[in-house]
């Protein structure tokens, strides 16, 4: 996990929000780790946002939300390299859309195989189109 400025924590839990809030609750539950929170977990594994068919605890898709500062090696080997290999569910990482290629070559230099979603922060600091593969 990522060690953020105040900014960059701020802008991962709206992303985190704003990505929940974007999912049909009548057919999925979502649970949100946001900030340092520890609210859900998959073993001994804490991703931001798990989601799964409702009233059920089979884990559909997990996200992983990433700032700019957060996409980085240490990140894909400590966190994503984790995820990829000891959850059994669809996991994306959610990154700037700016972020998105170096995303995708970290994850090649690592070697795993995960989607992406891409979101952009708008002028007023609110997260605006995000978008997943």
């Not at 057919?27 to 859900?40: H, L, M, R, T, V």
């Not at 059994?88 to 995708?104: D, E």
Request: proline share 2%; net charge negative; hydrophobic share 30%.
């Amino acid at each position: 996990m990522s060690t953020r400025d105040q900014k960059n924590q701020s802008i991962h839990d709206k992303v985190i929000d704003t990505a929940s809030n974007e999912f049909d609750s009548k057919n999925f539950d979502i649970y949100k780790n946001p900030g340092q929170q520890k609210n859900a977990k998959i073993g001994n594994n804490y991703p931001d946002i798990i989601i799964t068919k409702k009233d059920e605890l089979t884990i559909q898709f997990i996200i992983e939300v990433e700032t700019k500062d957060s996409v980085n090696l240490d990140e894909a080997k400590n966190q994503w390299e984790k995820y990829a290999n000891e959850i059994n569910a669809s996991f994306y990482i959610l990154v700037p859309l700016s972020s998105k290629k170096l995303a995708i070559n970290l994850c090649k230099q690592v070697g795993i195989s995960v989607r992406f979603g891409t979101y952009q922060v708008d002028f007023s600091g609110n997260i605006t189109n995000i978008e997943y593969e």
